[in-house]
């Protein structure tokens, strides 16, 4: 059984400023659905504006999905109340992209590691917790006399480290990592990567891994979904996407990687179509796509049974 | 050409004044890119700023060393000299797209401000001159975009808006501040082939300021990289990524992610950068480094390892360079 799975989702927001009365709304998530297995990391790929960050957000129970479903270990949780969804928060956290932002600069960090304990394991008394914060805090690569020190007071990847152990000391099933590795320098990256792969396979974790950086989800995700303008547009196991992708999109964003070595360098062609844009109607890649045909302007963007939704897929190499 | 000689700038820290950069040389040529590496922190984008006395502004002081443009010393110029060179010859472009537009102005009125500082144009002249870069860096509808605001474009048209100024008074040096890190990856590189494109027509040098080995691998000759407020290697873009000879260069760059399906243990480097004013008097990279012995102990000259033109700061690296 699936860890987390969401079927059908959709979301819009209201569209223009925040005083336009025109009721015009803006689709961020059409139609999206997947599952998530035990000790599997499924990522999530996609430029900025692509409706990644709005799954997850729903995903977590954090915002309500117009239509579609959630479900954390089978239990459908879409419709339960804010009370009843806190009581089952332990299953799925979150760790988020900066570091510096989201820990409370007032709070001590033992505070603020240990603050999900007061909620999910009520029953402990306070040294306890603090026996639990020292423990997630050396799980996680630090030391536990950090604890009565304050954000301010380490580096960017030992903060990373700290969201991490905020979000394990509950003992999720499931990590939501939006962009985790993003705001860090390559050689801080790679500790926190390593750190991600150890504790995956030491507690069986679930990721839904959020990103843009194609080499970073290559290295860590068993699984991907390429989302672009609120859709999935191609699925399948990293290996196979990564080889074989079909959808010009993902075609784009491979081609877009930046390369190794110099050696590699091409003359650099500029693909054909426009550097951004969405279709409003038809296939979203449209006005980008070298690829597209009349008929794209009336397809329904769904995946077909191999995995993407294209009418004019890119050749298996 | 733009010449920076060894050096040193202090930036104020808790009311301490302290070295963030030490003894730092570079050259930058006409027609050649040379990349700036190096993670947070270690000094590069101060460097950089230091090369149009921008950092002066914000506390950076000069406590050693020389900035020539074309055998002249920047430091000899006064704020007007300065501030005619900034722009019509050497010019800068920031990372962030998002914020280094005013937000309460229009697109041409920025545009044809920075034209009108520098060339003797009319109103009507600087229009046209703005329509024409604006097209130059791949702009559709460039007379339309003229009256629209900043926060009508997105993050990649931005900074074709922000290179568009930087060309206004065709300088021969840009400066660009990790031009495409704020950009998704697929505008990234059309932003990349922009840049370079300009730079081979207008046989512009090229200073490009990046954390990211990707993008020098993409688009320098040369390359500089950074830790801990000091050049630790220079040399050709080949050479450096042929044959790295500082410990720290090689361990950076095989951090990286690579793009091969392997999800192995990536290789890290142990420790922390130490922070400016901690610096150790001899190689500063020793207590993270798996070669350091009592040597290491001593200050490393910068050419401490050389072969042909490319440099390394490490007594050790002739054991480790293939």
New interface residues.
């Given amino acids: 059984m699936s860890v987390l799975a969401i079927q059908h989702l959709h979301k819009s927001f209201s569209s223009g400023s925040m005083f336009a009365v025109s009721g015009e709304k803006k689709k961020a998530v059409s139609d999206v659905s997947f599952e998530l297995a035990a000790g599997e990391t499924l990522a999530i790929v996609g430029e900025s504006g692509s409706g990644k960050s709005t799954v997850a957000r729903m995903a977590m129970g954090l915002l309500p999905a117009d239509s579609g479903r959630i479900f954390w270990d089978g239990e459908d949780i879409t419709h339960l109340s804010q009370h009843a969804l806190r009581s089952r928060r332990h299953h799925i956290q979150m760790v988020f992209q900066d570091p510096f932002a989201s820990l409370n600069p007032r709070m001590k960090i033992g505070e603020s590691v240990g603050e999900g304990l007061r909620i999910h394991f009520s029953h402990l008394s306070a040294s306890q917790r603090r026996e639990r914060v020292a423990e997630t805090l050396s799980l996680c690569g630090l030391d536990a006399s950090g604890m009565d020190r304050y954000p301010h007071q380490f580096s960017g990847g030992q903060r990373q480290r700290i969201g991490i152990a905020r979000a394990l000391i509950v003992e999720p099933r499931v990590l939501v990592l939006d962009e985790p590795v993003s705001a860090l320098d390559v050689s801080v990256q790679a500790q926190i990567l390593n750190l991600l792969n150890r504790l995956q396979q030491d507690k069986g974790l679930s990721y839904l891994f959020i990103s843009h950086d194609l080499s970073v989800v290559r290295h860590i995700a068993d699984r991907l979904a390429v989302m672009f303008a609120g859709r999935v547009v191609e699925t399948g196991t990293s290996e196979a996407v990564f080889s074989h992708c079909r959808h010009p999109y993902t075609r784009a964003l491979l081609d877009a990687r930046p390369i190794d070595h110099p050696s590699q360098r091409q003359n650099i062609h500029l693909p054909a179509g426009a550097d951004e844009g969405v279709a409003a109607t038809g296939c979203p890649f449209q006005p980008r796509c070298p690829f597209s045909q009349p008929d794209c302007a009336a397809f329904d963007g769904a995946l077909n049974q191999a995995g993407f939704a294209c009418l004019h897929p890119c050749q298996p190499a | 050409m733009i010449e920076v000689s060894a050096l040193s700038l202090s930036v104020s820290v808790q009311g301490r004044r302290v070295e963030a950069v030490s003894g730092v040389s570079l050259t930058l040529k006409e027609g050649r890119v040379l990349g700036l590496v190096g993670?947070?922190g270690c000094g590069k984008s101060l460097t950089a700023q230091a090369m149009l006395r921008l950092g002066e502004y914000q506390g950076v002081e000069r406590t050693a060393g020389d900035i020539r443009l074309d055998g002249i010393s920047l430091f000899d110029m006064d704020d007007e000299a300065m501030r005619r060179i900034r722009g019509s010859r050497l010019a800068m472009v920031f990372q962030e797209p998002m914020t280094a537009l005013n937000p309460v102005f229009t697109i041409g009125s920025q545009l044809i401000e920075v034209i009108r500082l520098h060339l003797k144009l009319d109103k009507r002249q600087a229009k046209e001159r703005a329509t024409t870069l604006l097209q130059a860096v791949?702009m559709q509808q460039a007379e339309q975009l003229l009256s629209q605001y900043p926060d009508a474009l997105?993050?990649?048209?931005r900074q074709r808006v922000l290179i568009a100024m930087a060309m206004a008074a065709d300088p021969d040096y840009i400066i660009a501040d990790e031009p495409t890190t704020a950009l998704?990856?697929?505008?990234?590189?059309?932003i990349?082939?922009l840049l370079?494109n300009l730079q081979k027509q207008r046989n512009l040098g090229l200073l490009l300021v990046t954390?990211?080995?990707?993008?020098v691998?993409?688009m320098?000759d040369d390359v500089a990289v950074m830790y801990a407020g000091q050049v630790v290697e220079a040399g050709s873009?080949?050479e450096i990524?042929d044959h790295p000879a500082h410990p720290y260069t090689r361990?950076?760059m095989s951090?990286?992610?690579?793009?091969?399906?392997?999800?192995g243990?990536?290789?890290?480097?142990a420790g922390?950068v130490p922070q400016p004013g901690r610096w150790p008097s001899g190689c500063r990279f020793a207590e993270r480094c798996p070669l350091a012995d009592a040597a290491c102990e001593q200050p490393v000259a910068a050419d401490a390892w050389r072969q042909q033109t490319h440099v390394a700061r490490c007594v050790h690296a002739g054991e480790v360079v293939r």
């Fill in positions: 993670e947070s791949g997105s993050g990649g048209m998704d990856v697929s505008v990234q590189k059309r990349i082939a370079l954390h990211d080995f990707g993008l691998a993409e320098c873009v080949h990524f361990a950076l951090c990286r992610p690579g793009l091969s399906a392997d999800s243990e990536l290789t890290v480097i922390q």
